[in-house]
């Protein structure tokens, strides 16, 4: 487990100033959670500890499109990428389907939002002082349950139990890394949907990937609780690379035919 650093004595600087530059950074996060006027093509390489995948990734306006290039580090052979290919081609003919991925997406994207529009109010930010970061100097800030926030979803539920620390890059007033841990058990929907354990932990790092677009290159989480009856084990590293702006429109046929013929 990540061992994150103690929280900021009282005698630190007051916890409005570093709030202020927290709450800026967040809505500039915000702003570009919602811009669908950058899409991208990029490289994800998701680690778990049953499998290693490696996909091509393009953004598209009608919902991202994958392709498997690898597994456990090692490129598909001819059997595999015949088989990715006759999966990408059944997809291009059944927009359906893709409809229905665009949904989940949109879904998802939905419940993170929740979450990034509350932290702003869930948490007590306190300036921890700057820190070199991986292309810069950074301003560091810990945080902890703010006691008068009151979870209004379920996507929420969990902010009360999290304390961590966050790091802004001054210039751009970017997150540069996020790491929090859950410090006790969280029960969702009275316990009846299920439970966060205490001392899991996650870490989501940005950086700007060209043209002034900042986006998430390292996601690491480890969790473990219980979804309704059944106990659930989240660990997983995600690592985001080779990233390149794609014409916005594209179309999710078109991103196909580009994975197909590897342009």
């Known amino acids: ?135 810069g100097l950074v301003e560091r800030f810990t945080f902890q349950s703010n006691p008068d926030f009151s979870p209004s979803n379920l996507e929420t539920e969990v902010l009360p139990a999290m304390r961590g620390e966050i790091w802004i890059d001054p210039a751009h007033l970017r997150v540069v890394r996020l790491e929090a841990s859950v410090e006790r058990d969280v029960d969702f929907g009275w316990g009846i949907l299920g439970r966060l354990n205490r001392g899991g932990w996650l870490v989501i790092e940005q950086a700007d990937v060209g043209q002034g677009q900042w986006r998430t290159v390292r996601f690491q989480m480890r969790m473990t609780g219980r979804v309704v009856f059944k106990t659930r084990v989240f660990d997983t590293t995600e690592e985001q690379t080779r990233y390149a702006p794609v014409p916005v429109g594209l179309g999710y046929r078109e991103a196909i035919a580009t994975l197909l013929t590897g342009r």
């Open 1 to 135: 487990m990540i061992a994150l650093p103690a929280l900021a004595q009282p005698d630190a600087q007051p916890v409005s100033t570093g709030q202020a530059m927290v709450e800026r950074a967040l809505a500039n996060e915000l702003a570009a959670a919602e811009d669908r006027n950058h899409p991208m093509r990029y490289q994800l390489r998701k680690t778990s500890p049953r499998l290693t995948t490696t996909k091509e990734i393009i953004e598209t306006a009608d919902g991202d499109v994958a392709r498997l290039v690898a597994v456990g580090d090692h490129p598909l052979d001819a059997h595999g990428q015949a088989r990715e290919a006759a999966r990408l081609n059944e997809l291009a003919a059944n927009p359906a389907r893709q409809r229905r991925r665009k949904q989940s997406e949109e879904e998802d994207t939905g419940r993170a939002l929740k979450v990034l529009c509350a932290l702003p109010r869930a948490f007590l930010y306190r300036d921890a002082g700057p820190l070199q970061g991986p292309a």
